[in-house]
């Protein structure tokens, strides 16, 4: 059996998360790691592969203006990796996570930043997994799927929340 194989053959996913310029030294990358790999199960398709770079602003703002010509810091990008026309592919994404962004975020909301760090894994993984974001309605869809996902692996909902009277309280993620 690989390295890479569960006991019924099965290929293992591959969770890593990566300091990369900026990144907040104090972060356990490998709790991260462990954290994500218990979600990889409540996706809607198999995941093979999620790299996680985290980076500070200043690395965001420089990737977002190279990959996407938008300037400007943002909280995650994602990059599929494997044959998105394959229905039978397993999942492949590279990420860059913002940890700047997340720890004001989980300033915001009031919960810790390795929470916050995970919704955006999330929500990064879920745009390689084919959900998109860019009309009001498939950002209400791909923001359910979040909340699913996380909710089924024990975080509850990041992204909605119930606020004190009952509304919705959503916010980007």
Known sequence: M???EDAVGSP???VAFHA???CDASLDRALLARSFAVLL???PKRVARVDVLLVGDAAMDAAHQRFMNIS??????????HDEADPHAGVEA???VCTDVARREALARGHAIEREILLYAVHGTLHACGFRDDTEATAALIHAEEDRVLSAGGYGSVYARESAD???DARHG
């Open 166 to 168: 009952g509304a919705s």
């Open 41 to 43: 199960g409540h996706f």
């Open 94 to 96: 590279d990420l860059y």
């Open 2 to 4: 690989s390295r890479h």
């Open 12 to 14: 293992t996913p591959e």
């Open 20 to 22: 990369g310029e900026g």
């Open 72 to 81: 400007g810091t943002t909280d995650v990008m994602s990059f599929p990796a």
